[in-house]
């Protein structure tokens, strides 16, 4: 005979009362939850890790583009030779490597932003490698080095030379006729 209380067996109380298979079900789903956790972590560490490396290599092409000084007496000549040797220090970092996508541009100080010139870094990311969590869109994500550049050598000749006679015509068309050593400590 089953005795039943309130309209339920004691056998399907004794039933349910079962605790067998709890300890695995709750392990599982703590689990599955704490690597979700860590690979999230670890997704945005190595993000995080790329956005340096590009903003890096970013500042060694607006390094070399401010610093690139070939003597030529043409600024428009030096400001082209220098961003053609800055893209090619740009090239020497392989971003594709490690799954980046960038575009690299030169802004010189002829483009109308002040004394300011450098370079500026574009390019995409996922916000999350999980579309459920984060989605499948991605971010775009900027980078720019903007440092003063200093004058050419031949714009310091020219205006110590300006300063010294009082007239730029002596300077341009001197050749070796102007007896005089320009020279200042920096321009």
């Keep these: 005979m089953i005795a039943t209380q309130g309209g339920f067996s004691l056998e399907k109380i004794r039933t349910l009362n079962n605790e067998s298979g709890q300890s695995a079900i709750e392990f599982i789903l703590t689990f599955a939850v704490g690597l979700g956790i860590v690979f999230l972590v670890s997704i945005q560490g190595l993000n995080v890790t790329k956005g340096y490396f590009a903003q890096y290599v970013n500042f060694m092409v607006s390094r070399t583009y401010l610093v690139d000084d070939r003597g030529v007496n043409v600024e428009q000549t030096m400001l082209r030779q220098a961003e053609q040797r800055a893209l090619q220090v740009g090239e020497r970092y392989d971003l594709r490597a490690v799954g980046i996508d960038a ?85």
């Design 103 to 187: 575009q690299i541009n030169i802004i010189s100080p002829t483009d109308g932003r002040g004394l300011y010139a450098g370079s500026v870094i574009e390019f995409s990311e996922p916000i999350s490698a999980l579309p459920i969590i984060g989605g499948s869109s991605e971010v775009n994500l900027y980078g720019e080095s903007f440092l003063g550049r200093e004058p050419f050598r031949i714009t310091c000749y020219q205006q110590t030379c300006l300063a010294m006679t009082g007239s730029g015509a002596i300077c341009q068309n001197s050749g070796d006729n102007l007896d005089m050593v320009v020279y200042d400590n920096g321009c």
